[in-house]
C-alpha cells in the first residue's frame, strides 16, 4: 500500500526532528493529509502505529483532511478537486502521483490544463509535541 | 514537554517525503543520470541500452524515466502498458531483466503539462514511493538542461553520478559545457561524456572534453536503423549503436568520476 510508504516517510521525519531537538519522548504528531492524495486514513493510522519507534510509543497521531484546492493560471478561476468526477483507475493514478491530474482534468471555466494546487495536494508533517 | 513546529525556520509544514529518499536508495551501489544540456541528444536511447547492456553483464539494474513530460523509454523497451504493483510502496516493472518505472505508469499516453514545482513534486513522490531494493545500477533518463529535474536529482540524491551525452554539434556543446560546468562547480561526479550520433569528422567534441578536465568515453555512430528496431530490444542489440555502446560500458563500469 503507498500509505504504508508515506507512513514511513512521516515516522523518518518525526525522527529526525527528534533526533534535532533532543527529545525523549514524542506525545503528539499533528499531520495533515490532502485530499488530493485520496489517502486511506485508516490503513495511514496502522501504518504509523506498527512503524512507531521507542520514543514514539505513547505518541498520538492527529489527522487533519485538507480539501484539495485549485486555481487556474490562465483564467484565475478556483476549484474544490471535489467538483470533479474521475473513475477509480484515474482516482488511483491521482493517489500514487496527484500531478498526473494535470493529464486528466481541466479547469472547468476556460479548459486550461495550466492550473496550481493551492492547497490540499498530499501529506505534510505540521508538528511534533514531545518532552526534552 | 515542548511543541515544536516541524520545520522551525520557515514556520512551515513539512514534507515528510524527502525524508525517506536515502532509505529507498540505501541498497542502490552506483546511480547514475543520463543528461545533456539539450533534447534529442540521444539521452533515453543511451540510457535504456546501457541498462539493458548492464543486465547482460550480469548486473541488477534498475531504470528510471525522469522525463515527465516527454517520456519515452516504454517506446524503446516495448512496454504496451506499464503495470506496476503495490506493497507498502510501488515494485517497479520487471521487464528484460531490469526493474522500470516510469510516469506513464500513472498518465499513460496522455499529455501531461507540469510546471516545475509540479516537476519536483513527482520526482519525490517516485523517488519516496519506488521500493528498488538491492541494484548494482540504477540508471536515470533525465529532461534536457538544467532546470527543475537537474537541480532536484542534486539536491535529493546524495551519491548521483552523472553520465552526459552530446551530440557532434557547436549549439549541443555549448549547452553541455554549461552543464559541466554547473557539476563541477557543485561538485557534483561526473562519469564522462559519450559523443552520439557521430556522422563525419567536422567537428568533434573530443579535444573539448578533454580540454575542459572531464573524461571523453567514446563515440557511438549515428545509425538509421535504431528507429526502425524501437521496442524490439534484442533486434536493437544488433545494431551499430548498441554494439558501439557496449564498447564504452565497461569505461562506465571502472569509471572514477571527474
Known sequence: MHEWALAEAIISSVIKVVEKEGLIEVKEVRIKVGELQQVDIDILEFALSELKTDKLKNARFVIETVKAELRCRACGHLWNFSQNKLDNGLKESVHFVPETIHAYIRCPKCGSPDFEILEGRGVLLESVKGVK | ?258
Not at chain 2, 547514475?32 to 539494474?61: D, E, P, Y
Not at chain 2, 496522455?110 to 540504477?138: H, M, Q
Not at chain 2, 573524461?215 to 545509425?223: A, K, R, S, T, W
Request: proline share 5%.
Open chain 2, 1 to 258: 514537554m515542548c511543541c515544536l513546529r516541524a520545520l522551525k525556520e520557515s514556520n512551515s509544514p513539512v514534507d515528510p517525503r524527502v525524508n525517506v529518499i536515502d532509505k529507498r536508495l540505501e541498497n542502490v551501489k552506483r546511480i547514475v543520470a543520463v543528461s545533456s544540456g539539450k533534447g534529442g541528444v540521444g539521452k533515453s536511447l543511451i540510457a535504456s541500452t546501457l541498462a539493458l547492456s548492464l543486465v547482460k553483464k550480469g548486473f541488477t539494474v534498475g531504470l528510471f524515466d525522469a522525463d515527465f513530460t516527454s517520456p519515452s523509454i516504454h517506446r524503446i523497451l516495448g512496454v504496451k502498458k506499464l503495470e506496476i504493483k503495490e506493497e507498502r510502496g510501488i515494485l517497479p516493472m520487471q521487464i528484460h531483466g531490469l526493474k522500470y518505472m516510469s510516469i506513464v505508469a500513472f498518465s499513460g499516453q496522455k499529455a501531461l503539462p507540469l510546471r516545475g514545482v509540479d516537476v519536483s513534486n513527482v520526482l519525490i513522490e517516485l523517488f519516496s514511493a519506488t521500493l528498488w531494493g538491492s541494484l548494482d545500477y540504477l540508471v536515470i533518463d533525465m529532461p534536457p538542461g538544467i532546470g527543475d529535474a537537474t537541480l532536484d536529482i542534486i539536491r535529493l540524491v546524495k551519491r548521483i553520478e552523472f553520465l552526459i551525452v552530446c551530440t557532434p554539434s557547436l549549439l549541443a556543446f555549448e549547452t553541455v559545457e554549461k552543464l559541466l560546468t554547473l557539476l563541477r562547480e557543485l561538485k557534483v561526479p561526473v562519469i564522462g561524456v559519450i559523443e552520439n550520433m557521430k556522422m563525419k569528422q567536422v567537428f568533434s567534441i573530443k579535444d573539448k572534453v578533454a580540454g575542459a578536465g572531464f573524461p571523453f568515453l567514446g563515440e557511438v555512430p549515428f545509425d538509421l536503423d535504431v528507429e526502425n528496431v524501437l521496442g524490439d530490444v534484442e533486434a536493437l542489440f544488433g545494431t551499430a549503436f548498441a554494439k558501439k555502446l557496449d564498447e564504452i560500458v565497461p569505461r562506465i563500469i571502472f569509471s572514477q568520476s571527474a
